[in-house]
């Protein structure tokens, strides 16, 4: 798995970590814009660039401007930046950017998974793929979480395993065990909140499964 993203603090990490910092005097409050350069610096495909400008995203915040370019390139990325600077919108462009068509007669496979600490997250994250996945179909969202009988995830994947799965580490674990999720042509893997996972035990070990 060539690529990741998460939110952690990690001291002994040997991977690029992207970290905000005030950037010729301009603020840093929600969504605030680098001085220089917006989206279309960027070279995103038209597709995406489209569903960007119509949600009515014009430049990037700091920390999208410093890791978008290294996760397009496929880098191993650790983003750490304030609530509300737009790291999720980090990882939603560039796996939407980077996810392949699926040439026909070939079956859809899992290409990316995101990994949340909360039912709750998974939900609002799969959202932010759906506000701009507009105008690329192929780019396939599904959510599973704890509270919903593994069966109907079963089943859900039996029916269509879309490219871009979200989910907690529990549920996701189980549907691999059950090899109801396969996981061999995974490219990305991106753990949002790092740092909340790592807090509960159980979860460090699902990690480590």
């Not at 970290?19 to 597709?47: I, N």
């Not at 701009?132 to 593994?150: A, D, M, Q, S």
Request: charge should be neutral; hydrophobic fraction near 40%.
């Amino acid at each position: 798995m060539s690529s990741g993203l998460a939110d952690f603090d990690g001291d002994d990490v040997k991977v690029p970590i992207v970290s905000a910092q005030p950037h010729m005097g301009v603020g840093m409050g929600t969504h605030s814009a680098v001085a220089l350069g917006g989206f279309q610096d960027f070279c995103l495909k038209s597709e995406l660039a489209n569903a960007i400008r119509e949600n009515g995203f014009e430049h990037p915040s700091e920390v999208q401007h410093q890791a978008l370019p290294q996760a397009m390139l496929g880098a191993d990325i650790l983003a750490q930046a304030k609530s509300g600077m737009g790291k999720t919108a980090v990882f939603v462009f560039a796996l939407l950017e980077q996810i392949e068509k699926v040439p026909e007669g070939q079956k859809p496979h899992c290409q990316a998974i995101v990994v949340v600490h909360a039912r709750e997250l998974a939900y609002q994250i799969e959202q932010e793929f759906k506000r701009f996945n507009k105008y690329l179909p192929y780019c396939t969202t599904g959510v599973f979480f704890g509270g919903i009988p593994e069966d109907e995830n079963v089943k859900q994947l039996k029916k269509e395993v879309p490219a871009i799965v979200v989910g907690t580490p529990g549920r996701l674990s189980a549907l691999i065990q059950r090899k109801a999720l396969e996981v061999s042509r995974v490219k990305w893997f991106v753990v949002d909140e790092f740092d909340r996972c790592l807090e509960d035990v159980k979860m460090r070990r699902e990690y480590r499964r």
